[in-house]
Each structure stands twice: as structure tokens, then as C-alpha cells.
């Protein structure tokens, strides 16, 4: 290790890159969801026609080879692709450019939900064909989610802690939040952290079509995410990616960096439930958020936004509408609470990073985010879901909710930067 | 037949490697010319067998160095 001041014990973040549904880079997808389009439209990734769900959130311009050389380009999992595409941005937009002996104090932690799934299934489906031997030596290293990490650590020569996390839709947020940890306590003065995903081919697909979790409004896309209108019935799958250069603050303030916001609160629990459903009584999400905001010190006025999770299933959105109720009582009705999933889809392993993404740039421009296709009350779910129409507003704080299959809870709790 | 063997030889190469047409000439090697490492030259042989429809055992891989000796084995397993 390099030799290096104290930790300040705060982080910040200082770069930002995302791949989304609605576009790839900050400037592209921001205006285009504070207008309230929709990046939901028929799959075209693979033949969806025998599927009942036929719809998903597709990164549309989005080419591995900008970022990649050729021969990676044309094979790694579009995961790693998407994950690599996110830090580049993140590390462009921060200049931060450590020397080669610094290099060993910055680390990567970017989250897959998944991995490589559309290497593993085009794999199994050679060795079904052709035997063993016809099976890529590429799969195992395409395959394992922690390859994005691998991959970014590999690309940029930082030698620092270099992990992974798994939580299924709720990985982007710990990834930040470990990070965060793992920041603060002085085991990195920097890390590239975040969350990625690319789970539309034909297993990810039918898988959450058995899971009977997806919506089935084939006919008409646009509106078939609508977190919190009564007439919900599933979540769109999305893919994409969200990665943030984190520092050190101190080091942060020293190279005169731009700071988007700092971390101030990570709440974790786990529900020990069900496999998929969420406990009926919100307790998780309501530790989760309760943890988070007793290590910000902030009083429940204070926050001014909430990202929600927002899947647009029936029991998510009730639940989490609870456990919001549960945590700020009468203070929940006047806290602005929307669900960007409802544009760009639920990008599972890369949804917490997109989200917290959404938090910092509220905080910046003093806008949020709507929910959009919310037509139709729900008396349970009976918050201020920003409806359809973007809102001004002074934000110093967000919370932001991640919930993941396993019983997955956290919450992350941003500042605005300086 | 050996002339076309080449031309595919190149064709393959070039996709998996993501290298220049102008640099697979017959004596380049996969590994020390054309930036292939032990991951890829396993990848480039089993292309190869797709292409050719040929088997190419395990303990004749090492014969494969040069995009010369692809094309000679080629050449002799098709012949075969």
C-alpha cells in the first residue's frame, strides 16, 4: 500500500457514467426521464413471440465496440460491456487520475444480480448440441458476476480491493454501500462502484415469466410499468448499467474535485420470509430504512426525495408504501416519493446504482424525477408518487429503497454536493 | 484446395482475434504475433472445427502455431 493520509471517514461521490433504457450517459437519459418518456417497447434482443411477456427496457444505443476492443467486443457477456461502458464515463467525468503507486488504494466493486446469462445459455445450449468439447473456455470467466469487477480493475490497473457483490435487485445499492464501508474505513481511498445488469435472453426471460412476476401488457408498453396505480401487474425487465467514482472526501476536496453528493446513511436487513415475496408486514424495509436514517442523524423532514424500489408489482408497492408509513408516520404524505422504474424498467443488479444516480442528479438540478403512468389510486398505496409530471424542488437529502429476491433490504441516504 | 483452406483460415482468425486481414500471413504466430492468449487459441480451434467440420484432439492442439501449420493440418485432416 502506498503511504497515505488518515481516512476523513467521509465519502463522496466525484464521477458518474450510466447505460440506460432511456440512453447511454447522464446527459442523454436525464432530460429524456424528467420528460417522462418511456423506455419500455417490444423485445428485440431474442425471439420473444412464445413468451407471455414480450416487452422489456432495452438499452438501444449501445454498442460494445465504442468501448471494448474488437475481439472482446464481439463475445464478452453484455454485462461486463455494460459495466465497462458505466466506469469509463464515471472515471472520464470525475478526472480523477491516480498515479500508478495510488492505483493500489483504489479499488472496483460493480454488482451483478446475475452475470452472464446470455453466455450461459448460449453455452449450454453448444454442449447440448455438440458435447463438452464444444463448450467456449470464455464461459466461466463471462459467466461469473464478479467478472465486471474483474474486467474494470483489469482495464484501468487499479489494484485496490476488488470484490463483488450479489443481491439480487437490490446489488447496485449495497455495491455503493460497501463500497462506502469499505471507503471509510480506510481500506481504499477510492472505488469505482456500482451495479450492472443484461438479463434479457431467453432464460432470464422465462425465468421471470415463470416467476409469473412481469407484466403481460404486451399491447401496449408504454404503460405497462406503472409503480403504485391500482392497475399494476408486474415489473418490466430492464437492463443497463450505473457506476460512480467514490473518494475519500478529504482526498476528494484536496484535488479540487466536483462532488456530486456523499453517503450518509446505509441501512441493510433481511426479511427471512420467502424466497420472492416480501413480509407482509414491510418489517424488512422498514429496518432497512429506519437504519439508514438513524446513521444520517437527519430528522424525517429532512429528506426531501425518495427513489422508491417501485417494481409495479401488486405486493412491492403496497408494502413499500407501508414501510415508508411505518418509519415517517404523518411526515411520509409530504415527502416526494417517485418510482423512475416506471420509465426505464426494473434493471435488477444495476437498479439500486441507477437509482441512487437519479438521487444525486435530483439534488443537482432541484427537479425530480416522475412516476409516470399513474392513471388509477390505489388506497393502498396512497403516498405523493410525483405523479407523470416532473416537480422543482430544493432536494439536500434522498433516500433511496432497494429490495431483493432472498429478502434483500437496503437503503441508501445521499447528500446534495457543494 | 489449400489456397481456399487459407482464405477461411483468415476469415476465422481475423473474427475471433479481432486482428487485421493484412496481418494473418502464413507465418504469423496465433500467440506471439497475433495477440492471442491460451483462452483464445482454445476458442480459435474450436472455430476452426466448426469451419472445417474436423475434430481437432486435445494433443494435437499444440501442433497449431502458425497460421501455416492451421493450414496444413487442415489440409491433411480434410485429405484424411
Known amino acids: 500500500m502506498s503511504d497515505r493520509p488518515q481516512p476523513s471517514g467521509r465519502v463522496v461521490i466525484t464521477g458518474v457514467g450510466a447505460v440506460t433504457p432511456l440512453g447511454t450517459g447522464v446527459d442523454v437519459f436525464w432530460p429524456r426521464m424528467l420528460a417522462g418518456e418511456s423506455g419500455v417497447a417490444p423485445i428485440t434482443l431474442l425471439d420473444a413471440s412464445e413468451y407471455t411477456t414480450r416487452i422489456a427496457a432495452e438499452v438501444k444505443d449501445f454498442n460494445p465496440e465504442d468501448w471494448l476492443d474488437r475481439k472482446e467486443a464481439r463475445r464478452i457477456d453484455r454485462f461486463i460491456a455494460l459495466a465497462v461502458a458505466g466506469a469509463a464515463m464515471a472515471i472520464e467525468d470525475s478526472g480523477f487520475k491516480p498515479s500508478e503507486q495510488e492505483k493500489d488504494d483504489v479499488g472496483v466493486l460493480i454488482g451483478s444480480g446475475i452475470g452472464g446469462l446470455t453466455y450461459l445459455g448460449e453455452q449450454h445450449r453448444r454442449q447440448i448440441e455438440g458435447g463438452p468439447g464444444k463448450v467456449s473456455p470464455f464461459l466461466v470467466p463471462y459467466m461469473i458476476p464478479d467478472m465486471a469487477s474483474g474486467y474494470v480493475s483489469i482495464l484501468n490497473g487499479f489494484r485496490g480491493p476488488n470484490t463483488c457483490v450479489v443481491t439480487a435487485c437490490a446489488t447496485g445499492a449495497n455495491a455503493i454501500g460497501d463500497a462506502y464501508h469499505i471507503i471509510k474505513r480506510g481500506d481504499a481511498t477510492a472505488m469505482i462502484a456500482g451495479g450492472t445488469e443484461a438479463p434479457i435472453n431467453e432464460l432470464g426471460l422465462g425465468g421471470f415469466c415463470a416467476a409469473r412476476a412481469m407484466s403481460n401488457r404486451n399491447d401496449d408498453p408504454d404503460h405497462a410499468s406503472r409503480p403504485f396505480d391500482k392497475e399494476r401487474d408486474g415489473f418490466v425487465i430492464g437492463e443497463g448499467s450505473a457506476v460512480f467514482v467514490m473518494e475519500d472526501y478529504a482526498l476528494a476536496k484536496a484535488r479540487g474535485a466536483k462532488i456530486y453528493g456523499e453517503v450518509v446513511g446505509y441501512g441493510m436487513s433481511g426479511d427471512a420470509y420467502h424466497i420472492t415475496q416480501p413480509s407482509p408486514d414491510a418489517s424488512g424495509a422498514t429496518r432497512a430504512l429506519k437504519m439508514a436514517i438513524r446513521q444520517s442523524g437527519l430528522r424525517h423532514d429532512q429528506i426531501g426525495y425518495i427513489n422508491a424500489h417501485g417494481t409495479s408489482t401488486y405486493y412491492n408497492d403496497k408494502l413499500e408504501t407501508l414501510a415508508i408509513k411505518n418509519v415517517l408516520g404523518e411526515q411520509a404524505y409530504k415527502t416526494p416519493v417517485s418510482s423512475t422504474k416506471s420509465m426505464i424498467g426494473h434493471t435488477l443488479g444495476a437498479a439500486g446504482a441507477i437509482e441512487a444516480l437519479v438521487c444525486l442528479l435530483t439534488m443537482r438540478d432541484g427537479i425530480i424525477p416522475p412516476t409516470i403512468n399513474y392513471e388509477i389510486p390505489d388506497p393502498e398505496c396512497d403516498l405523493d408518487y410525483v405523479p407523470n409530471v416532473a416537480r422543482k424542488a430544493r432536494v439536500d437529502y434522498t433516500a433511496s429503497n432497494s429490495f431483493g429476491f432472498g429478502g434483500h433490504n437496503v437503503t441508501l441516504i445521499l447528500s446534495r454536493g457543494e | ?80
Request: negative net charge.
Open chain 2, 1 to 80: 484446395m489449400s489456397q481456399g483452406i487459407l482464405e477461411r483460415v483468415k476469415k476465422v482468425t481475423v473474427e475471433e482475434l479481432g486482428v487485421k486481414e493484412e496481418e494473418v500471413v502464413e507465418a504469423a504466430s496465433f500467440t506471439e504475433d497475433l495477440g492471442a492468449d491460451s483462452l483464445d487459441v482454445v476458442e480459435l480451434v474450436m472455430a476452426f472445427e466448426d469451419e472445417f467440420s474436423i475434430e481437432i484432439p486435445d494433443d494435437e492442439v499444440g501442433e497449431i502455431k502458425t497460421v501455416g501449420d492451421a493450414v496444413s493440418y487442415i489440409s491433411k485432416k480434410s485429405a484424411a
